[in-house]
């Protein structure tokens, strides 16, 4: 049961995180962000949570909304203040779409004027629409939420080019022969999946930034973190992790001092390196250390889903922020070590995935044949390159 609702629950938040961003001066109608949860659902086939439920999950992703009450006297709505879809999401085109019947509904006096001088262009700021802005404050937001939207468009387009770029390779060196097909799609494969988690890395690190600048919030998983019993999870990771309780000890103290002091994403970015510094500097220079980094980050991986699931059981209402927390810790995690093992074998960080996805394939293919490559024991030998 608490896998399945954690699956759920990583699936809504993907969806906001898909189709939603934080921006200062805008609003969007509380119905209308529930209407486009509801449609989700129903697409996916999935049971939605009633609409209170639906705002405490909107108030854990994206820390400091407001709720304002807009429109004229009997036909206000609630709207979330500090909220927008992203220029990229398919959502835009269906709220469009709502738009333009609910004005062919209306009587021709009702249709709304607009100025022309609500109308930009091009010239975005620097041309005769500064006038718009009051005050210099006023003009550099709204230059700055200009900017912010080709950030999120960049991401998706990146991520785009990454998904479609081992069909472009396949297709393109058709006429060649397999194995030399299998080389480059090896490597590209590799180079794309790294793309892909680069552009998550960032987009979970956005999310998170709101989480981490929020007072409140942040005394609240104190508090919940402070109720986890960690003694009975190091009990049940022990036996899989063997990890020294005293590191153990230590990295949870770190943790709560370093969320305690509200830091910053740059600080907790810091934070992580160190601990990887730490536990991986026994190793440095040996040729183990590519395996020690590994191990690492099944344990790191394996305690935190420990820390995760006590939160759940216990209901902690700062779940969803611990959830996107973990996600990112998890991914900034990976990236640090990938890096560190590249510096430690002399190659590149995409080297390292690809020589990985190079030994995975090879295995595969080795437990068709009749064992020749492979030794009683089970270890492959792999022949010298020519």
Not at 179 to 189: A, L, R, W
Request: glycine fraction near 6%; aromatic fraction near 10%; proline fraction near 4%.
């Amino acid at each position: 049961m608490c896998v399945s609702i954690g699956h759920v629950f990583s699936i809504q938040l993907q969806w906001l995180l898909d189709n939603y961003e934080t921006a200062e001066g805008v609003s969007l109608p509380r119905s209308s962000l529930y209407n486009h949860y509801l449609r989700h659902c129903q697409e996916h086939k999935l049971d939605p949570v009633n609409a209170a439920s639906f705002g405490k999950l909107i108030r854990s992703v994206f820390m400091g909304l407001r709720t304002r009450r807009l429109g004229t006297r009997g036909n206000s709505k609630y709207h979330y203040y500090g909220i927008r879809l992203k220029p990229d999401s398919p959502l835009n085109r269906l709220q469009e779409d709502t738009q333009y019947m609910a004005m062919r509904q209306q009587p021709v006096h009702q249709k709304p004027r607009y100025r022309p001088a609500q109308k930009t262009d091009s010239l975005g700021e620097s041309g005769s629409h500064g006038s718009l802005h009051s005050t210099p404050e006023q003009a550099m937001a709204a230059q700055s939420q200009h900017h912010q939207q080709y950030i999120g468009t960049l991401t998706q387009a990146i991520r785009n080019f990454a998904k479609s770029l081992e069909g472009w390779l396949t297709n393109a060196m058709s006429d060649f022969p397999q194995q030399v097909i299998q080389t480059k799609v090896g490597v590209v494969s590799a180079f794309a999946q790294t793309l892909r988690r680069y552009t998550s890395l960032n987009h979970l690190a956005q999310a998170a930034r709101a989480v981490l600048q929020n007072t409140s919030q942040i005394n609240q998983m104190l508090s919940d973190l402070n109720r986890v019993d960690f003694a009975n999870v190091q009990e049940q990771a022990s036996w899989v992790c063997q990890c020294e309780e005293g590191v153990v000890q230590r990295l949870e103290q770190d943790f709560k001092l370093t969320l305690q002091q509200q830091s910053s994403l740059d600080q907790w970015a810091s934070w992580l390196d160190n601990v990887v510094t730490q536990v991986l500097k026994q190793h440095a220079g040996s040729p183990s250390f590519p395996k020690a980094a590994r191990q690492f980050l099944l344990k790191w991986s394996f305690y935190s889903s420990m820390v995760i699931r006590d939160l759940t059981l216990r209901s902690a209402a700062s779940f969803g922020s611990f959830h996107l927390i973990r996600l990112l810790y998890d991914e900034y995690m990976f990236y640090l070590v990938e890096h560190r093992v590249a510096e430690a074998t002399g190659e590149t960080p995409i080297a390292v995935m690809g020589e990985f996805n190079d030994l995975a394939s090879l295995s595969l293919t080795l437990l068709d044949k009749d064992g020749n490559c492979c030794d009683p024991g089970g270890i492959v030998r792999r022949e010298p390159r020519a």
